[in-house]
């Protein structure tokens, strides 16, 4: 597929990796779609209007009036409300219910942590961990953290922070706090997985990185690539109203999943469906397969 390349617009914001199985052309009459290499979430963060100023920005482009539904987008921000576009948006956070008709999900960027995949389950300290954020606009966080403090019948890892991780990322304190959170996922048999201040939770694909099983509460989260992964087979989707109850839920999940070869083998398969389709090394192949459907 041959494309034009925009690596920048009129407003300040971070480029986007160039898909590298993509073919570039310099000419925008030879080309089949207008790649934008920008962040838009970082337009989206900048502008008075929030998401309402990213469409006015994009139509400034030369190409946008006529072919609006050959360019292509990347949007990685917690942010949900559809931008309003016929044009192919690569976007991390996705409401089901309200999308753009040609957004596509896309997983966000974390860590191979496959140096922990493979570990004995029935020598895993923890039935569950998280550390994170303890809130979301919903409580869901809260709650589920509530319920699992007063389950004496759960082994819990859970260590909470009030400030997002961004805001201490690579200094002292950010590396003492990641390696807390690579000893509770080393030692835990389930991931709690919430939705945070967007529709989506890094937890996730951290979990299914580290060949652990997450367990999903984000009910309206449009999980990303279901035409590859089978999100049934390698994770547990719990409803944002047993959020309160979700302590019972890791209990009843761990009697089905006796013996833990069953849980070994769901693990297996989290973290093959993380390598083999959301893991940021398989995302230009991935992003050119979507193209070639989508245009």
Known sequence: MKVYAYTELDVPARPVARPTTLEYTENPAEADA???????GDVERRHPQRVGGVLPTLARLPTWEKHERRHVLWMHSDEDAPIGTQAVVFRQSVDKRRRDPNVVPWPPAVDDFGRLAGMDYEQLLYHVCFVGLDHDPLG?????LDSLRACPGLNCYLDTVNRHWGRYEGTPEGDQRRQIFIDALKQSRLVL????????????????????IPVVLADDYALPMPEYVDWDACSFQVPEARAASVAGEIMAINER???????????????????????????????????????
């Open 34 to 40: 207008f790649v934008v290499l920008v962040e838009l």
């Open 140 to 144: 869901v966080r809260r709650r589920c």
């Open 193 to 212: 997985a919430p939705r945070g201040a967007g529709q989506h939770s890094y937890r996730l694909f951290e979990a299914m990185s580290a060949g652990r």
């Open 257 to 295: 999943c006796r013996p833990q070869s069953c849980m070994r083998e769901m693990a297996h398969r989290a973290r093959r469906a993380w390598a083999d389709w959301l893991a940021p090394a398989r995302w230009d192949d991935m992003v050119l397969r979507y193209l070639e459907e989508m245009l």
